[in-house]
DNA sequence: AGACTATATCAATATATTTTGATATAGTCA
DNA sequence: TGACTATATCAAAATATATTGATATAGTCT
């Protein structure tokens, strides 16, 4: 007997991209960069000075979050803010709960 | 102006461990494993039945979660049933939520 | 246009993780 | 004891991911 989470496509594809979801945000400068933005948007340059990293490191650990679509951004004379996206977020949080939460409560 | 997140001592930390948790969860067949154990202990010859694993790759996965404290081991005769370690598991998803959440509700 | 700034991209390298195959350990049962 | 079963361990190979260094793009300002 299967166990439920495993049992029907829909679980089984629910897994799969909450998988995906943790994958990115596992990441010490991915979560540290979401964390950030929860207060607001910051440019690359605010980022990569308070995260202490290169800026073409930066840049790449924000197109993985861009990519999968936690962040969005906006173009601004020279600079590009990033921002968080809200709706995404709770979206993977609530399917990442469905997994992770004991059936009993 | 440091973010709220990386502000001081116990955040980073506390930001470190929720990393390495992310970490271990963010595998399909042990997060499928952690999903399982919520209906109840498991013998490693049901998990890599169920998840269609080679045994030796199951016994990996379940010392690597095992290993960060997410499940327990218990002997019984031949076999080994592993249950999940609800506490451990209900500590580090609040942790998560912590990071993850949004300061607005 | 030319010098400058902010960001992105790309190829190469370094590092970490997963997977496989072979073998070891430890308990059971005849 | 010997054959068997369940699980764990280990080294090697395969794969994925992060990091670096160099360079490209695109906007600004004089």
Redesign the pocket.
Known sequence: MQPKCCRNKGTTDGLASTVEFL?VIA?E??LKILCMLREGDR???DI?QYLG?????A??????LKDFGLIT?R?D?????YSINKKAMSMFNSSLNEFLLSYEK
């Open positions: 994958k990441e400068n991915r440019c690359v340059c990569w990293l290169p800026q073409n490191l840049s790449h650990h924000l197109k993985v951004a173009k004379g020279l600079k590009v803010y």
